[in-house]
């Protein structure tokens, strides 16, 4: 495998694609256009961690390092695949310093991610129609696609990355599936599930992009060792570059595209301590919903590239998180955790909530305590003070909540507010985040929550509320929308710019409401989608969609 690039001429050379970021987004949108032929060049910030011996591998970095999440050195970050950077969260009227966990190095967040991969709703495609009293969010009427568009995409997506799963009885009728056999529910994970059957409601095995093999921790939260974990390296990347003549350039951090007449003419990078500048005849970004935007931000001058509609950064989303920690009666047992979901409440009464689902193994008892130091200090920064005092307690206190429990996680879709953003520092040096929860979400949010909890009585379960803080930028996506029109969006229905017409955006970026459940699969299938479009533009072959984007000419008189 092409692990580093050392020739000359690979760096000067112009490529068919360069493709920037390795995650879900990238790595599928780029195997599957090495597949078909394209001359391919990854550009990753992050490292190689593949078959790596200095990797941190195999377990929480917490527990690998013994430090909680505040006590991790950057080098720590960069060998177990994490972001070593912070944000400056500008939401309040105090700058605060916020280190969110994203993945940094081949697989992206991918290399760190709980594997499930499940498909939107057909709801989701109509979002406004569900949100009518949600005055002030940025909602299109739809997406600019249908579900119907996605649906064998999606199959092709499950059978790339191995998902397995049964199948949601809540699903439409008719959709082709591409999915495997998952591992049988655990007895503690039965009677969870027979709970949920006697209240009416619908359990299955959540979609997990998994081989199981033996000794298989399903590595939730870091870099799997023994590759049981389908994620974008193993699925796309490596087929990429081992099969279909890619190449990769890790350690390498874009920092600004440079454009003329419409287009991208280069692509600028730092890569082994060196200014290099790439060409590529197209350029797909896929650095992640907070790194894209941030990009196009600080290339073409003050108001940044392609962002002629002002949309570039804004209508960020992530999904509110909770975690649940649940108590069978049936003493819980060694095997698989990440096993069971549940949609009856993504839309109830009217309402579009979300889901719940296993979360998996959670984090160390110090890690999910410093949490708490994190929330004494937005409260009020002085009683950040007195967590040394009372540290000893509350991780004891911890470990004991997640002794013997079954951890499920949920997750709530979020809304669009041009409000809520990523932006960049006046030197352009520092991202920086606006983020704030309407009230129209804490009612919603107070509503799921409740569904929640009568659902899981007469079990008991503790809960770890943790979806009103900024630092969980869980699943974050929507800075870089598409739609039809160039005034409110930033890419057109093929996932290009409107006013750049080599320019891509796959990653969960393009996302124009966010949906309720896991974006991994959308953002897969929706790759696959836009390669093949690419190709068949490419080839002549692609016919023009009635009421796609206007053309780049017309595109750029409202830049």
């Not at 969609?545 to 008189?557: L, W």
Request: charged share 20%; with cysteine; glycine share 10%.
């Amino acid at each position: 495998m092409k692990k580093f690039i050392d020739d000359p001429e690979i760096l000067s050379r112009e490529w068919d694609v360069i493709v920037i970021g390795t995650g879900v987004g990238g790595a599928t949108a780029g195997y599957a256009l090495a597949k078909a032929g394209k001359s391919v060049l990854f550009c990753e910030r992050g490292r190689y961690h593949v078959d790596s011996p200095d990797s941190l591998a195999g377990d929480w970095l917490e527990a690998l390092t013994g430090s909680g999440s505040g006590g991790l050195t950057a080098e720590q970050k960069r060998r177990g695949g994490r972001f070593t950077g912070s944000i400056n969260d500008v939401t309040g009227p105090h700058t605060r310093q916020i280190w969110p966990v994203l993945g940094i190095g081949t697989g992206g967040s991918s290399a760190l991610y709980g594997m499930v991969m499940e498909r939107l709703f057909p709801s989701d495609f109509t979002p406004a129609s569900h949100y009518r009293d949600a005055e002030d969010a940025n909602l299109p009427t739809s997406w600019p696609i249908s579900f119907n568009e996605l649906n064998e995409y999606y199959s092709k997506a499950e059978g790339l990355y191995g998902v397995r799963a049964t199948v949601d009885p809540l699903r439409p009728p008719g959709e082709t599936r591409s999915i495997r056999v998952p591992p049988a529910f655990t007895a503690s994970v039965e009677e969870l599930a027979e709970n949920f059957r006697s209240k009416g409601l619908h359990p299955y095995h959540v979609p997990v992009a998994c081989e199981y093999l033996p000794g298989c921790r399903e590595c939730v939260g870091y870099i799997c060792p023994q590759r049981c974990k389908r994620d974008s390296v193993t699925a796309c990347l490596e087929p990429a570059l081992e099969q279909h003549g890619a190449a990769l350039l890790s350690e390498c951090e874009v920092d600004t595209l440079d454009s003329a007449d419409g287009r991208v003419t280069a692509v600028n990078a730092r890569w082994r301590g060196k200014q290099i500048r790439l060409s590529g005849r197209k350029v797909i970004l896929a650095a992640g919903a907070v790194h894209t935007p941030a990009i196009l931000l600080r290339s073409n001058g003050a108001g940044g590239l392609a962002n002629g509609s002002g949309q570039v950064g804004r209508n960020l989303m992530r999904h509110f998180v909770d975690y649940y920690i649940v108590y069978t009666k049936t003493r819980y047992t060694r095997g698989p955790q990440k096993q069971i979901a549940m949609n009856d409440f993504y839309l109830i009464d009217g309402m579009k909530l979300g889901t719940i689902q296993s979360n998996g193994r959670m984090p160390p008892a110090r890690s999910i305590a410093a949490g708490f130091k994190e929330t004494l200090q937005e409260v009020w920064r002085p009683l950040g003070l007195l967590y040394p005092v009372i540290r000893a307690i509350v991780e004891f206190r911890v470990q004991r909540m997640l002794s013997g429990g079954h951890a499920l996680v949920s997750f709530m879709e979020d809304l669009p507010y041009q409000s809520n953003r990523i932006g960049l520092s006046e030197d352009k040096q520092n991202i920086t985040l606006e983020y704030s929860i309407g009230p129209f979400e804490a009612r919603r949010l107070a509503q799921f929550r409740l569904h929640i909890a009568n659902a899981l009585k007469p079990l008991k379960f503790k809960k770890i509320y943790r979806a009103s803080e900024n630092r969980v930028l869980g699943h974050v996506c929507g800075t870089c929308r598409f739609g039809m029109d160039p005034q409110t969006s930033v890419l057109n229905r093929d996932n290009r710019a409107h006013e750049i017409e080599n320019l891509y955006v796959v990653d969960a970026s393009f996302f124009p409401t966010s949906g309720g459940i896991n974006p991994s699969l959308t953002i897969a299938a929706n790759a696959l989608r836009v390669a093949d479009r690419i190709v068949a533009l490419d080839d002549g072959t692609a016919s023009r969609i009635a009421g796609n984007s206007p053309n780049i000419a017309e595109a750029r008189k409202h830049s």
